[in-house]
């Protein structure tokens, strides 16, 4: 069902539910002129698609530079199995045949969780030789390694600091565990399998799958203002920018010459706001081919 659409600028704004052929509730902001490529943008945990539009101008600017955007309601997943990287292949698809895009430009990109599956999803579609021409990745401060995150969890359990802190430790170690089937020790091959990056894998896991990819990662590593904001024991570990580094590290090493970690300050920690949208819809135009 297709709710009636609002002027944006050079764009439309569209929110779609749940049809034939259609996996997730999302939001749809459509170019005036022709499609050059398709930009799969994935919101936070318990972020929905309409917030998004509210917090970044990505999608406008996309627009106007001939991207359809979709953002996709995920529920209440923290990583991408085998089900979320199907359907939003099937979602992808979807929009390919609907605009009959003859060659199908794809960037995928996310904030926090959606920046960790958009960088599973994209080793997803390298790792199963997809056909759809995936041109790119970014992912704005999002948790890579499960195994990592697992234990931060307990540690702001641990530590005793404020409700939300607690809250959020509470609430990922459940997911995990429910999820991955147990703890990192009774199921650490699912922490490995599910995750973009894994610390004590040869090649990072699944981050070897980014080796040949433009990949661009977003964070602004302010552990002073978390200990000051949040919680006065949180140490480096406890913090997405310590995966983001090392994922950097890794690609690096592995030869991949067109993977970049942008930090920020002063933009407001994990927030879209670290992300300049300018800055990267040139960087999609350029590795789109389309400058």
């Given amino acids: 069902m297709v709710i009636p659409c609002t002027a944006f600028g050079q764009a439309t704004i569209k929110k779609i539910t749940k049809g034939k052929g259609l996996s997730f509730h999302h939001h749809l902001m459509e170019p005036q002129g022709n499609i050059h490529g398709i930009l799969l943008l994935l919101p936070s945990l318990g972020e929905k698609p309409g917030a998004v539009l509210q917090k970044t101008n990505l999608p406008a600017l996309a627009a106007e530079n001939g991207f359809l955007t979709i953002i996709p309601d995920l529920g209440k997943n923290l990583f991408a199995d085998e089900e979320i990287n199907t359907n939003l292949s099937e979602l992808v698809h979807t929009y390919f045949v609907k605009y009959d895009l003859k060659e199908l430009r794809l960037i995928v990109g996310g904030f926090s969780r959606g920046g960790a599956i958009s960088l599973r999803y994209a080793e997803h579609l390298i790792a199963s030789n997809s056909p759809v021409k995936l041109k790119g990745v970014f992912a704005i401060d999002p948790a890579l390694d499960l195994k990592r995150l697992y234990f931060s969890s307990l540690n702001k359990i641990k530590y005793d600091c404020s409700d939300l802190i607690k809250k959020e430790g ?48 977003y964070s602004e590593p302010d552990l002073a203002y978390v200990r000051k904001t949040y919680c006065d024991k949180l140490e480096e570990v406890d913090i ?30 994990h927030s879209w706001n670290i992300l300049d949208s300018k800055n990267c819809v040139e960087w999609i135009l350029q590795i789109s081919k389309w400058l």
């Fill in 170 to 217: 509470f609430l990922n170690k459940r997911i995990l565990e429910e999820k991955l089937g147990g703890t990192p020790e009774r199921n650490g091959e699912n922490y490995v399998k599910y995750s973009v990056y894994s610390a004590q894998s040869d090649s990072g896991g699944n981050a070897k799958y980014l080796k040949n990819l433009p990949v661009r990662l």
């Fill in 240 to 269: 997405n920018a310590f995966d983001l580094q090392r994922l950097n590290t890794l690609l690096l090493n592995l030869g991949n010459t067109q993977c970049e970690y942008i930090t920020t300050t002063g933009k407001g920690f």
